[in-house]
Antibody
Framework: EVHLVESGGGLVQPGGSLRLSCAAS????????MHWVRQSTGKGLEWVSA???????YYPGSVKGRFTISRENAKNSLYLQMNSLRAEDTAVYYC??????????WGQGTLVTVSS | EIVLTQSPATLSLSPGERATLSCRAS??????LAWYQQKPGQAPRLLIY???NRATGIPARFSGSGSGTDFTLTISSLEPEDFAVYYC??????????FGPGTKVDIK
């Protein structure tokens, strides 16, 4: 069974940094593109980043230059380094496996709160 | 950015009734649209992809249709476990992905 488990969320001050992790199991991790998607009360669901099997990365304008997605295939792990965090980055962050541009499945999510 | 709008915001129905949910795109996304179901405290789950294909394990009472800018998710006969929030998502301009604001299907 495919399983994705996020960790690393928490409370951080504006301007701070946080690194999220996603542990994958039940599939050949290195053969799939992967994504981070976040969900906040104010902005709903928002795609945050993607990484291809070759390590190519993609971001929307809202996080480009502040967030960095990476992967470590030997550890079946996906990461999201978040810098210069803002209040509007407060959300539940999900990792998700790519299925030709769709997200399937999703992890259970980890909550990031940016507040002083 | 392609904007998705969903209607209605809330749909109040009884078990056994038919649910019809709409998703409209600000420009054509061809057939590149998916639907997700989210229950409280859970992550979204893929139901329909490429507008009309059911994901693995999704019951036949869920069906999707449409192309271009107008799409529909139909639940033919609501089961108690179907009361949830439903989101549409487009991937027309990969790698840019956007979601709709959701439609909540609640019990009348």
């Amino acid at each position: 069974e495919v399983h994705l488990v996020e960790s690393g969320g928490g409370l951080v001050q504006p301007g701070g940094s946080l690194r999220l992790s996603c542990a994958a199991s039940g599939f050949t991790f290195s053969s799939y593109d992967m994504h981070w998607v976040r969900q906040s009360t104010g902005k709903g669901l928002e795609w945050v980043s993607a990484i291809g099997i070759a390590g190519d990365t993609y971001y929307p304008g809202s996080v480009k230059g502040r967030f960095t997605i990476s992967r470590e295939n030997a550890k079946n792990s996906l990461y999201l380094q978040m810098n210069s965090l803002r209040a509007e980055d407060t959300a539940v962050y999900y990792c998700a496996r790519d299925r030709s541009g769709w997200f399937d499945p999703w992890g259970q999510g980890t909550l990031v709160t940016v507040s002083s | 950015e392609i904007v998705l709008t969903q209607s209605p915001a809330t749909l109040s129905l009884s078990p056994g009734e038919r649910a019809t949910l709409s998703c409209r795109a600000s420009e054509s996304v061809s057939g590149y649209l998916a639907w997700y179901q989210q229950k409280p405290g859970q992550a979204p789950r893929l139901l329909i992809y490429d507008a009309s294909n059911r994901a693995t394990g999704i019951p036949a009472r869920f069906s999707g249709s449409g192309s271009g800018t107008d799409f529909t998710l139909t639940i033919s006969s609501l089961e108690p476990e179907d009361f949830a929030v439903y989101y549409c998502q487009q991937r027309s301009n990969w790698p840019s992905f956007t979601f709709g604001p959701g439609t909540k299907v609640d019990i009348k």
